[in-house]
């Protein structure tokens, strides 16, 4: 075993902490007026996590223990109120706080390499609306949600 290779993949590993607002839900999503940075965040948290770095997310409504054990959190909550969150944390660092950062913040904190996927309109032209994992429509979303336009996928179909 190549414990050189290793070493190098746990070290570039990240663990990015997300101290949120009080929401009704973990994700923010739910009820009356989400707000649309939220959906756009939670595919940037996945992104982060199928790029191999740990996410841990706290709802302050739901988990006020969390906000109470990070001392800085805690800090900055006593000091500015709610003001302050969602805060972003990596490897025990605020990075990032009052607002939620962009897809490209998240990939500079964690030395992430974003990358956007070709996405040929060819493909998704004509077929039905599949949203299965390497799916027109699937990879028609992950396009959108990275910055690209996709090829406009819809529930009755694609293009």
Known sequence: MNHSVTTHQEQAMKTVQIYDKP?????????????????????DLEWLKDNGHRVERYNLAQQPQAFIQNSEVHRLLASQGTDCLPLIVVDERIMSGGKYPSRQDLAAWTGSTISLPLV????????????????????????????????????????
């Open 120 to 159: 040929s309109t060819a493909s998704c032209c004509g077929g039905a609306a599949d949203v299965s994992p390497g799916a027109c429509c699937a990879e028609d979303s992950r396009a959108k949600a990275e910055g690209a336009a996709g090829c406009g996928c819809s529930d009755s179909g694609c293009c």
């Open 23 to 43: 929401m009704c839900c973990s994700t923010g999503v739910c009820g009356p007026q989400v707000d649309p940075v939220l959906p756009q965040f939670a595919a």
